[in-house]
């Protein structure tokens, strides 16, 4: 079992920067890849971010490549999203995952465990 715990969510102008964590649960934090997806109201849950048990791999959704960093540190427990160059339509609920098959980094049915959430807005 491992529980998720998002922060660093909030109110930006676009241009600015955030920086999501997302603190686990366990002992066992370095056994799961972790993933960051975001949804908006009445819209699928989109992959934004993936990292590899190891932090060796990472992968990014078009939509934020080149602006974004994903990140994890394990001895903390802890996975990172670096949010740069924000704008408004990154406006969204953020959620981070964890799975044990990294296979799959882009589906979010292939993540067992996920964060409650924590709220980004990018004002214009």
């Known amino acids: 079992q491992v529980q998720l715990v998002e922060s660093g969510g909030g109110l930006v102008q676009a241009g600015g920067s955030l920086r999501l964590s997302c603190a686990a649960s366990g002992r066992t934090f370095s056994s799961y890849a972790m993933g960051w997806f975001r949804q908006v109201p009445g819209k699928e849950r989109d992959f934004v971010a993936a990292?590899?048990?190891?932090?060796?791999?990472?992968d990014y959704g078009d939509s934020v490549k080149g602006r974004f960093t994903i990140s994890r540190d394990n001895a903390k427990n802890t996975v990172y999203l670096q949010m740069n160059s924000l704008k408004p339509e990154d406006t969204a609920v953020y959620y981070c995952?964890?799975?044990?098959?990294?296979?799959?980094?882009?589906?979010?049915?292939?993540?067992?465990?996920w964060g409650q959430g924590t709220q980004v807005t990018v004002s214009s």
């Open positions: 990292i590899s048990r190891s932090g060796g791999n990472t």
């Open positions: 995952a964890a799975t044990t098959r990294y296979s799959r980094y882009y589906d979010k049915t292939n993540y067992d465990y």
